[in-house]
């Protein structure tokens, strides 16, 4: 069964051409969340946000004083080649592919960096598994940089409620997999609510 998703990725406009011609070319790094490869928000504001942070507070991407675009992609695999940490069927898996894999996870230097540890584990087992595409929502209980609300501050001085910030991440390891882009340049609609005090 061939899943269909929509991703949204933020880059800088003198990127997209390169992009559109060439597909995705994502740096290796030993930190990424799930792995190595493209990454991609479900929500095109969050790939807005994400942008324009890196954007501000990256040196040589500040020096580049260039437009933000957006790009929205049609995403397709098979479901067997895809790892959706979302699903608690597919987290039984992935417990049960570590398992089975324990022998050479053994001797590998872990840290107290969980988002480094799960790129490694995500990497080894993509490659022998052929997970092409890896999906997570992550939660944040702090006020991350696009919220109006602290949900920590708020639990404490109102009333308990515990809903916390989401985001829903697709790593794309294939550019196969993706199959339409399109470009979008983003203006007002893009900006987030000013900061509720309460």
Request: aromatic letters at 14%; glycine letters at 4%.
């Amino acid at each position: 069964m061939v899943v269909k998703l929509d991703g949204y990725h933020g880059t800088f406009a003198n990127l997209v051409n390169d992009i559109l011609r060439n597909g995705f070319n994502p740096q290796k790094r030993d930190n990424h969340w799930l792995g190595q490869g493209s990454y991609f928000y479900t929500n095109k504001k969050l790939a807005f946000w994400f942008i324009s942070k890196n954007a501000a507070t990256d040196y040589l991407k500040k020096e580049i004083g260039n437009k933000l675009a957006i790009i929205h992609v049609n995403i397709e695999e098979n479901r067997e080649n895809i790892l959706d940490l979302d699903d608690p069927e597919n987290i039984n898996d992935f417990y049960k592919c570590i398992n089975e894999m324990y022998d050479y996870f053994k001797p590998l230097t872990f840290t107290d960096d969980k988002h480094k540890n799960l790129c490694l584990i995500i990497d080894v087992l993509a490659e022998i598994y052929n997970w092409n595409i890896i999906i997570k929502t992550f939660e944040h209980a702090h006020k991350p940089s696009y919220g109006a609300v602290n949900p920590v501050q708020f639990d404490k001085k109102i009333f308990p409620i515990d809903v916390k910030y989401k985001e829903k991440q697709i790593c794309v390891r294939n550019n196969k997999c993706i199959k339409i882009m399109e470009v979008e340049y983003p203006d007002n609609e893009y900006i987030y609510p000013s900061t509720i005090y309460f």
